[in-house]
């Protein structure tokens, strides 16, 4: 079984309430995609590794400087499409997403043509707020977004302000 990890940093207080800081998949298969196509910044480990180390050591490599000093708080595990599971951290902290630099992979592109190429893991990352980070993240990730409101406003916190207003 795949396991990924990752910390979903936000903020409170600017113009448009709660932020979450998102990463876009990097790579050809989604370079022209935006809905579905964004991520908390995360990445897989063994079993070995306690998911919050992995957690810190993936936000470091996908965005290229270690995560801002915090206390991360347990948002849980979801299971993606494809079986992978992802375990996530809340982190309330503020982070310069345009310095953001990731690592790279490698992969056959275009398919079958035998040519080599290397792709940023996350080609940027951005603040949303969280109306809009619901129709960009990953389905499955979009459960983490009505974690971080409860952990944030408590378990009665009405269903409206969970989902968000744009939803």
Do not use: C, N
Not at 68 to 82: F, H, K
């Amino acid at each position: 079984m795949r396991r990924s990890a990752g910390l979903l940093l936000y903020r409170t207080g600017g113009r448009e309430g709660l932020e979450v800081l998102l990463a876009h998949m990097g790579g050809p298969l989604w370079a022209s995609r935006d809905a579905g196509a964004w991520s908390i910044p995360k990445g897989e480990h063994d079993g070995e590794e306690e998911p919050l180390d992995a957690a810190i050591r993936e936000f470091a490599e996908e965005l290229g400087s270690p995560p801002p000093p915090g206390r991360p708080m347990p948002l849980g595990e979801v299971r993606q499409t494809g079986g992978k599971r992802v375990t996530a951290f809340a982190l309330r902290a503020d982070f310069d997403a345009g310095a953001a630099r990731s690592a790279t992979f490698e992969m056959e592109w275009p398919p079958r043509s035998g040519r080599m190429r290397w792709f940023p893991e996350i080609d940027r990352a951005a603040w949303m707020p969280v109306a809009r980070a619901r129709k960009a993240l990953v389905p499955a990730q979009r459960e983490f977004l009505d974690r971080l409101h409860v952990l944030i406003d408590g378990p009665a916190a009405p269903a409206s302000v969970s989902r968000g207003a744009a939803d």
